[in-house]
């Protein structure tokens, strides 16, 4: 990311260092800040450093027209921003303090039940050929443990520990989690593994990766700077197409909504909410408990359709 602004720098700087903010998030909170500072000199005159709180105001009005979330998130940028030329005395005030950030409904995320998750591996393993052997290990990776979609593109070779019966997960903020995973997964990790010996050859040691990139050129060293693994892009790319085999609209396909599957399927078997909040990762179980929401509207729907009595009024008219 190069520099743009010193104090937006420092800022983005002290984020990924002080508060272990993942790369990611140093590239929203910069592309956000960069946006709000382009506004701010070109609509109120004046840098983004020295805003008030009625060009913020202005500004904040300006997001009328994008979804409630992203204009709450743009909002608590810069009142992180404003915070820290507070707390380095380069402002005296914060303009977002009396500014209230936009009601969110609560928005309940895509979910798959648990027959379109059937029909997923089921279109998976009429895959042939060697991706469609290491396409079923994600998809058993990511059903069988919710990992989110960067964390499972980038696992170590030596993540999975098949004795245990356990993935070592380093997930938002570089903190390390351990996730059970099940044999279906294991077996096809397994499988994958010997593809990908095969494939690499005496540099099957040069990626440190489970999932390398098959365009990579290994070196003789095995560095995480300098070696690559399949990309988010392309493992989006692959569900896409897996959706279409199985009957399900690509739009609702995403590798956070297997995620989302993973646990929502829990809860509903009855998986505590403390025991899916560590394997999610979720510092707050706040996050985790939407899934009870999932779970209590796919309890109200199978009372609706399979209760004796419901289905009686249905059928009356009532």
Known sequence: MPDFHPQTD?????????????KNTRAAYAADLAYARDFFLKKCKTDITGACEEDIKKYLKSLSKYAVRTHARKLSVLRQFYKFLCSEKIRED????????PKKGMALPKCLSEKDVDGLFNAAYK???DEGVRLRAMLELLYSS????????????RSIQFERGVVFVRGKGDKE??????KPAMKAVKEWLGVRKRILGDKANSSPFLFPSMTFKYESKPSFKTAAHITRQRLFQLLKELAQGAGIDPNRLSPHVVRHAFATHLIEHGADLRSVQSMLGHSDIATTQ??????????????????????KKIENGK
Request: no cysteine.
């Open 290 to 311: 939407i899934y009870t929401h999932l779970a209590n509207e796919h309890l109200m729907k199978t009372v609706i359709e399979h209760h004796p009595l419901a289905k």
């Open 146 to 157: 919710g990992l989110r979609v960067t964390e499972l593109v980038g696992l170590p070779l």
């Open 177 to 182: 989690r351990i996730v059970p995973i099940g």
């Open 94 to 101: 914060n303009p977002t303090r009396f500014i209230d950030a």
């Open 127 to 129: 895959y042939k050929g």
């Open 10 to 22: 420092a800022f983005l700087d002290m984020m990924f260092a002080e508060k272990n903010a993942a």
